[in-house]
């Protein structure tokens, strides 16, 4: 196991330069640098801006600007934000955990939430709860997240009770440490369930057909016919083989929230990695878009590791020879 | 295909489908307007009232609706009341806006519309007077399509690639999926930035588009890959493929009678789950200002207009289009499980 | 008898009005918070390399200069320094300095702090200051010398009329920053991540909480120097808050629910907001044009690309764009009415000219404005040669080709972008065909000052009272110039005449003189339309009914005067 795990990060090692490469070129295939913007402010001359390109080093050719990122990386300096003109890292910190929360939150949330209903649909299928349950599953499927946090926010206006995005209350530094933690899972709540809303739904689709084809096949029959109990059968044999597949899906949702999470994060004004990653893409923070986007690759990575490693677990038959 | 009949959700899908469909195709003739037909004056104006009885309170057996006359109220609020001076019945195919008949044949006949000087707003006006049916008939035209071509590209790779991966398993199955990781890993939304930024802008808006359609879904089959050779690992080591190959079946024949058949209800799935994604993708991109550009319409860029409490409140009808969407995408979700239902030897059919 | 008594001490009391009230509760209008939305977190707490506004509005509430803007008067008037005198006909400044001020963290100010700031910073040539370019004459920086603790000489070599308009830039401490400065390490000082109180500065309010992405808190400097009438100390407020809040439509509902007290109206929120006045406690100001421009451009740079020895653009485009016809035509068949109509809801003024109403003593009211008018704009187009050969609804010019061209303007921006679909529509009512494409600001930005390959763009400029400080845009060598920037010598006679224009009026200290000036500039702008002007908005600001002192104005907006701004009945 241990092995298996070491050669992944090998391997993942020059995946991650390649696409650090590919990035960076991309992030240079738009025309013009982030000190651009300067330019239309009556009030900066050309020398003003030529002296920060000079500093930069933007003047120099692509290639030669993305070894000197990579010699600095190799020395965990993740360079500087052109924007905040503060250390990329300082920037990314509180960025990363921020959108971790809201990952985790919301991954907790749908799990917890998917499970039990994909499993009451398939036990009580082509009944009333299933055919409610399938159909919210459709309903919630069908509407983009941004459009579904837009409503969110609409109705938590009209309701009074919950803070409309961002992750603080504007009297956050007066409160005492238990209200803070109040405060700021108030401001969680809508963000995860845009997220997790859409994720419960197909979630809740994929439990209900694997286990409905698990307790139609042939093995689940022969246990039946051996006289288990229905319970038994349903909950202990059924639902192991059922949530296999499931276990990939894991790893996956982990990075997938990553990059989904941005529109959302976006809307809600929730301070995470997607926005960062947008506006410095936007505005060419070259350094700022690089590290972002490693740590978004590490995460990625790192989460289909996982999700490997646990279907290796879950299903002997498919370790890795 | 007569399962799918007998299938009710998977009748309802199709329908809706049926009917989406054939409005994108027959735009031109189905909608009362051309998608670019402004009246500048009727900004945001309400759906038109559908009469039957005028003002004497005599019954009219075609129904007709009155002229708008707009004003201002004390908070700039645009009001609307109908002019009841004179009546415009409803008619069918009733000449109006030129348009080509599937793209080719000029004609000018619609199906339903009422006479020039007035305007038929069956689902109201957005804010430059131009009649939202009409738009969200034609936009159909762009949203629909995106999923079909994406999906189909997808389609191909992510099984290819996906099923050998799963099948051979060892160092092509690492190559394989280091492979996909790193095609995953590409930012696409960010890649998308920058080819928006480098095209020239003498392509039309709407071949720029399905350009980057086919670049995302390039992208996309990645994932379906994954999924599909977890699943294939999974039935790799199944009895009846032992058999199969002990009895000496060539991989390929294998590959293509046996695994990829029982991978089919899992790709139907992921298949009609993203078509819907691209759907929603398109929408996600003309948030940001990137899709389909005005004046031709898609259902993502009418929907972005509608991202404002201001509207919402004032103008409701605003959001009609995500009601399409929403259709299309449930339709296509519907039609998925159906054939899933079918393809499953052990599922009752309904 | 008793119960007259009663009722003359009831009188008196209340005739004495508030201060009395004051006394009695001891100084009730101390306390409370005052908060914003803003659009971004700011970039830095470091005001000689801000840059833009998100920025600006948190380091104008820290730091102040020798003279600030009357918003009344929108003219120079003492701030830091409480008086001047001109010499040598306005080569040579003396101020003298408040005695009475004090750094934030107490240490007291003097001239060593205002040499510091001009000799050490702005005039630094290792710090990119914004500020060094407005205060400059003739690209020569000002001589600055301390007389004595509270006094300093300017010397310039030439007249600056904008002289005292410029020294409203912020005076940093010296001590503080002289050491920071030697040591080269000021370009990345009172960055973000820097301790709060350690952001030194003498206005009212000092930086009391960062936290990234939410929250920029300020409290009242104790040390603050202003006094009310009574010889209370300023501010009254406890402090301010910036909440970052990208989304306008969320930042009216937090508005809707007293989260913040302040928000700026778009056009069509007034139909929204206006109905709650009454039962949501807040007030609509509508304080007239908003200053700045906004407008449609054509590309007249007719320079030879040294890479490619050819035009930046197609030669034919050129020279369209280069008749004056041809904008003059395009100015006639811009529908201004929809503009203020359906993008700005009606609330707005066409503009034909580079000065808002707004800006006051310089605007010029008698300029050339192009109404609505189709069948002139035709008639010009048909004048240049243009006509529809092949009856397709679209003009061909002489050799034949369609009359079209690109339009670019930035995609965030959604006002420019509904404008440019409704001026797409427009033109092809006189038969031109517009290809509109939104582009990512820094992409149109490399357009305008690097590429040069662009048709048309839709863009605005902030603006303010003082033209000179435009002077980057209007001069034929400006880099701001984007019709054709940095020329080497004037491409046109009016350019040329505008360019002696804005060297008259820097220099010219008459205010009359330059108003005559700066009136022939507006009136050559108007008439060459190398910027064609669509429309302004209006400024509207909703206000919580909370505040006392509230002052709106054009110039200064609502809280110009925020050092005087009290709550009224706080709560406790």
Redesign the interface.
């Known amino acids: 196991m241990l092995i298996y795990i070491l050669k992944r990060f090998l391997i993942a090692l020059p995946l991650i330069l390649v696409i650090s490469l590919v990035a960076f070129l991309f992030i240079n295939l738009t025309p013009g640098n982030f000190f651009n913007q300067m330019r239309l402010n009556p009030q900066i001359s050309e020398e003003t801006i030529e002296k920060y390109i000079e500093l930069y080093q933007l003047d120099k050719p692509v290639l030669m600007q993305y070894f000197a990122w990579l010699k600095r990386i190799i020395h965990l300096d993740f360079g500087y934000s052109f924007a905040y003109n503060i250390p990329v890292a300082k920037v990314l910190g509180t960025r990363v955990l921020n959108t971790l929360l809201l990952t985790l939150s919301s991954l907790f949330f749908t799990w917890l939430v998917a499970l039990p209903l994909g499993i009451v649909a398939a036990v009580k299928v082509d009944r009333a709860w299933d055919r409610l349950i399938s159909f919210l599953s459709y309903v919630l499927l069908s509407i983009p997240t941004f459009f579904m946090a837009f409503l969110l926010l609409y109705f938590a206006y009209l309701a009074g009770i919950l803070p409309l995005g961002g992750m603080v209350s504007a009297n956050f530094t007066e409160l005492s440490l238990f209200f803070k933690i109040l405060d700021l899972f108030k401001h969680l709540i809508i963000p995860t369930l845009v997220i997790s809303l859409g994720a419960i739904a197909s979630l809740v689709r994929i439990m209900r057909g694997n286990l409905l084809e698990v307790l139609r096949s042939n093995y689940i029959l022969a246990l039946r016919a051996r006289g288990i109990s229905e319970k038994r059968v349903t909950y202990v044999h059924a639902l192991r083989s059922a949530i296999n597949p499931l276990i990939t899906i894991f790893g996956y949702q982990i990075s997938g929230l990553l990059s989904g999470a941005a529109l959302t994060e976006i809307i809600c004004n929730w301070p995470g990695l997607g926005s960062l990653m947008l506006s410095a893409v936007r505005s060419q923070d070259i350094y700022l878009v690089m590290g972002s986007m490693l740590v978004s690759s590490v995460m990625l990575i790192g989460g289909n590791l996982i999700a490997d490693i646990l279907l290796g677990f879950a299903d002997p038959r498919i370790r890795v020879k | 295909m007569k399962e799918l009949f007998r299938h009710r959700r998977g009748l309802i899908a199709v329908i809706i489908l049926f009917f989406l469909y054939l409005g994108a195709i027959f735009a031109g003739f189905i909608s009362p307007y051309h998608y ?1 037909s ?1 009246k ?1 004056i009727l ?1 945001y104006a309400p759906p038109s009232k559908i009469n039957f009885f005028d003002s004497k309170g005599d019954f009219h057996f075609r129904p007709f609706i009155y002229k708008y006359k707009m004003s ?1 109220d004390q ?3 645009r009001v609307y009341e109908e002019d009841k001076s004179r009546a415009y019945p409803i008619e069918l195919f009733i000449r109006g806006d030129n348009y080509k008949l599937l793209g080719l044949f000029p004609a000018d006949i619609h199906l339903f519309g009422v006479a020039a000087e007035a305007k038929l707003y069956l689902f109201g006006a957005d ?2 007077g131009r009649d939202l049916l009409s738009r969200i008939i034609y936009g159909g035209r762009v949203s629909l399509s995106i999923g079909l071509i994406a999906v189909v590209i997808t389609f191909f790779i992510g099984l290819i690639v996906g099923g050998t991966a799963g099948y051979f ?2 160092k092509i199955d ?1 190559i394989l999926m ?1 492979l996909c ?2 095609v ?4 696409g ?3 998308l ?6 095209f020239p ?2 392509i039309g ?1 709407v071949k720029i588009y399905f350009l980057i359609i086919t670049i995302l879904s390039f992208i996309g089959w990645a ?1 379906l890959a ?2 599909i050779r ?2 294939v ?2 039935l790799r ?1 199944k009895e009846y493929i032992l058999a199969a190959r002990s009895v000496g079946l060539s991989s390929f024949k294998i590959i293509t009678k046996h695994i990829l058949p029982n991978t089919s ?2 790709t139907i ?1 992921a298949l009609t ?1 993203s078509i ?1 994604s691209y759907i ?1 993708g398109e ?2 991109l003309s ?4 899709g389909i ?3 031709v319409p898609s259902w993502g860029n009418l ?1 972005k207009d509608a ?8 103008h409701p009808w605003i959001l009609i289009p ?1 009601l399409f ?2 259709l299309a ?2 339709a296509f ?2 039609l998925g ?1 159906a054939l ?1 239902d079918i393809y ?1 030897p ?2 009752k059919i ?1 | 008898m008793k119960f007259l008594v009663l009722l003359l001490i009831l009188f008196t009391s209340c005739a004495n009005g508030e201060k009395s009230l004051e006394v009695e509760r001891g100084n009730t209008r101390y306390g409370g918070y005052l908060a914003f939305a803003s659009v971004s977190d700011p970039k830095s707490f470091n005001p000689v390399l801000a840059k833009e506004t998100s920025t600006t509005s948190i380091t104008g509430l820290i730091f102040e200069g020798l003279t600030r803007v009357n918003v009344y008067t929108k003219e120079a008037e003492p701030n830091l320094a409480k008086s001047w005198q001109i010499k040598r006909g306005g080569k040579e400044w003396v101020f003298y300095l408040r005695e009475d001020v004090k750094w934030n963290d107490g240490v007291p100010f003097s001239a060593d702090d205002v040499v510091f700031t001009f000799n050490s910073l702005i005039y630094n040539s290792k710090i990119p200051s914004s500020a060094s370019d407005v205060l400059k004459v003739d690209g020569e920086p000002f001589k600055v010398e301390k007389i004595d603790d509270y006094s300093v000489r300017f010397t310039l070599s030439s007249n600056y009329a904008p002289f005292l308009m410029a020294m409203g830039t912020d005076i940093l401490p010296k001590h503080i920053l002289a050491d920071v400065v030697k040591a080269d390490k000021f370009n990345s000082f009172w960055t973000l991540d820097s301790t709060p109180s350690g952001i030194v500065g003498t206005g009212p309010f000092k930086l009391s909480r960062y936290i990234p992405g939410q929250l920029v808190e300020l409290v009242r400097n104790e040390h603050y120097w202003k006094k009310d009438k009574d010889g209370n100390s300023l501010p009254y407020l406890k402090g301010v808050r910036f909440l970052v809040v990208p989304n306008s439509d969320t930042a009216l509902l937090k508005f809707l629910d007293s989260e913040i007290d302040y928000y700026s109206l778009r056009g069509e929120d007034y139909a929204i907001l206006k109905p709650e006045e009454k039962s949501k406690g807040f007030k609509i100001y509508e304080v007239g044009p908003a200053f700045g421009s906004s407008f449609i451009t054509f590309n007249q740079n007719n320079s030879i690309n040294p890479k490619t020895q050819e035009t930046y653009i197609d030669k034919r485009k050129l020279e369209w764009f280069r008749d004056r016809r041809f904008r003059e035509a395009v100015s006639y068949a811009l529908d201004r009415s929809s503009i203020i109509d359906i993008v700005l809801n009606g609330f707005g003024y066409p503009q034909s000219g580079p000065l808002s109403p707004s800006s006051g003593y310089f605007y010029n009211s008698n300029i050339e404005e192009h109404g609505y008018d189709l069948d002139r704009a035709k008639e010009l187009l048909s004048d240049i040669g243009f006509s529809d050969i092949d009856s397709d609804g679209i003009l061909e010019d002489k050799s034949g080709e369609d009359v079209s061209f690109n339009l670019f303007t930035n995609a965030e921006n959604n006002v420019r972008v509904k404008i440019a679909e409704l001026i797409k529509e427009d033109l092809i009512n006189v038969g031109i065909k517009v290809n509109f494409l939104p582009l990512e600001f820094n992409n149109l930005v490399t357009k305008l000052s690097s590429s040069y390959d662009w048709e048309a763009i839709i863009l605005g400029f902030t603006g303010g009272i003082e033209p000179h400080f435009s002077s980057n845009i209007w001069l034929s060598s400006g880099h701001l110039h984007i019709w054709y920037p940095k020329q080497e010598r004037p491409a046109t006679s009016w350019e040329a005449e505008i360019d002696k224009l804005f060297k008259d009026g820097v220099q010219a200290l008459g205010r009359k003189k330059r108003k005559s000036i700066y009136d022939s500039w507006q009136e050559i702008a108007s008439r060459e339309l190398p910027l064609i002007y669509t429309a302004i908005p209006e400024s509207i600001f909703a206000v919580r009914d909370k505040f006392g002192n509230l002052d709106p104005n054009p110039y200064g907006g609502v809280f110009h005067n925020i050092e005087e701004i009290y709550i009224i009945n706080k709560e406790e």
């Open positions: 670019r402004e500048r900004s201002l908070n700039r609020r804010s430059r398993g060892g690492n280091r990781e790193m995953m890993l590409v930012p939304f960010y890649l930035l920058a080819l928006r930024s480098s802008p003498e808006t994932s994954r999924v977890g699943i690992l999974g080591e209800s899992y799935i789950l819907p929603l929408s996600a948030l940001l200002g990137l550009q005005d004046p929907l991202m404002a409490i201001v509207q919402i409140k004032l995500g969407i929403f995408v449930v979700n519907m499980d899933r499953d052990k599922r309904i």
